[in-house]
Structure formats: structure tokens, C-alpha cells
């Protein structure tokens, strides 16, 4: 069974550029997550998308971060302008359904995002 | 708000030794634990998945244990080996959240010396 897939793998921009990173979830799991991790902190939940519909993006920096999961698969997280503070590993994750109802979360490899 | 902490930050151990990684939690309303394990530059892993009904689970030389009521659980890794090397995070969901998503500790940096 395939795994969750992240692209690209590194990214080096520079502040106030922007960037878009590309998530494909393991193939008939309905949530996917985007977590942020910075370096020597556990992953912090960006967003969460049951099919095509967000249950939660209150930790989501609406200003400059966007994200979407057109036709309920795909999902694409986009940093528009960057700031120096937004380096960090971008993971994306998928489940069955909430990980409170159907347990495991299984991780993509990330997406590791340095901005100068 | 639920707090998930890990102790201690970083372990470094003589490999072939068994060890012990601690999780506590502050809200025992969970419905579920899980452990990962993250490489460096790699995402995570998952390890063992403990639900709130059970007690402890096993895989290999893993075997991870959960008492909800004190608000931990613990992560044993026997005969521990230099492949054991890497960050274990456990997380719990949170379960006043939308749909539980998961709250992580820092980690446990291990380092398992030939």
C-alpha cells in the first residue's frame, strides 16, 4: 500500500516570496492534516479536512497561509509571503477518519521549508 | 486545554540496554495514545496506537503501556539496538478539539551507542 506522498522534499526561499507544498493522501482515507513542526518541537496542526470540507483551521495564519483538498484527495498547502519564522517541516497526514474515532495517523516525509 | 510532555528530552544508552521513554498527558479524557518514531529530516512513523480501553500493546521489542487515569504512558524498548536511534513522539487526541485532531509532546531524542 502506497504512503503518504509530499512534494517537494526542501525548499529554500527568500522572505515575502511564496510557496506551495503538494500533499497525496493513502488512497481511501477521508481526513488529511497539515502540520507544521519546528526544529526541537513536536508537529502543530495547521488544518484538517474531512473529504473536501475543513473541520478545523484555527491554528491556520489565515493572512499568508491557504490551503485546499479539491475533489476530496490532493491536498496543496500554500505560504503567501513567507516569513522568516515560517521555516519549518510542513507534514502531511491522512486517517480513515478523526484520529479520536479510528485511531492511527499515518505521516508523509515532509516538506522542510527554510526562508532567509 | 490538553498538554502532552515527554521526559526525558534526550537519552543516550550503551546499545543492548532495555530503557524506558515517559508521556504524560493533563486531560485523561482521551481516546487514544500513539507513539511515533521520527528520523532525522524524515516525517513520522507510526509505532504502537493504544487505545483507551486497553492497557498496554506490544510490537517486537516494543511494548507501550497507558494508565489514563494518572495521565501517562510509557514506551519500553527492549534489548535496545544503534537502529533505535531517532526522536519518539507520543500524542494524544484532543479531545475538546473538532474532530480530535492530535496533540504532540517534544520528543524524545535517543541516542543507542554501539
Known amino acids: 500500500e502506497a504512503g503518504v506522498a509530499q512534494s517537494p522534499r526542501y525548499k529554500i526561499i527568500e522572505k515575502r516570496q511564496s510557496v506551495a507544498f503538494w500533499c497525496n493522501p493513502i488512497?481511501?482515507?477521508?481526513?488529511l492534516y497539515w502540520y507544521q513542526q519546528i526544529l526541537g518541537q513536536g508537529p502543530k496542526l495547521l488544518i484538517q479536512?474531512?473529504?473536501?470540507?475543513?473541520?478545523?483551521d484555527s491554528q491556520l495564519p489565515k493572512d499568508r497561509f491557504s490551503a485546499e483538498r479539491l475533489k476530496g484527495v490532493d491536498s496543496t498547502l500554500k505560504i503567501q509571503p513567507a516569513k522568516l519564522e515560517d521555516s519549518a517541516v510542513y507534514l502531511c497526514a491522512s486517517s480513515l477518519g478523526s484520529p479520536g474515532l479510528t485511531g492511527e495517523l499515518f505521516f508523509g516525509e515532509g516538506s522542510r521549508l527554510t526562508v532567509l | 486545554k490538553q498538554e502532552v510532555t515527554q521526559i526525558p528530552a534526550a537519552l543516550s544508552v550503551p546499545e543492548g540496554e532495555n530503557l524506558v521513554l515517559n508521556c504524560s498527558f493533563t486531560?485523561?479524557?482521551?481516546?487514544?495514545l500513539q507513539w511515533f518514531r521520527q528520523d532525522p529530516g524524515k516525517g513520522l512513523t507510526s509505532l504502537l496506537l493504544i487505545q483507551s480501553s486497553q492497557r498496554e500493546q506490544t510490537s517486537g521489542r516494543l511494548n507501550a503501556s497507558l494508565d489514563k487515569s494518572s495521565g501517562r504512558s510509557t514506551l519500553y524498548i527492549a534489548a535496545s539496538q544503534p537502529g533505535d536511534s531517532a526522536t519518539y513522539l507520543c500524542a494524544v487526541p484532543n479531545y475538546g478539539g473538532s474532530q480530535g485532531n492530535l496533540i504532540f509532546g517534544k520528543g524524545t531524542k535517543l541516542s543507542v551507542k554501539p
Open positions: 488512497s481511501g482515507h477521508a481526513t
Open positions: 486531560d485523561s479524557a482521551i481516546y487514544n
Open positions: 479536512f474531512q473529504n473536501n470540507g475543513v473541520v478545523d
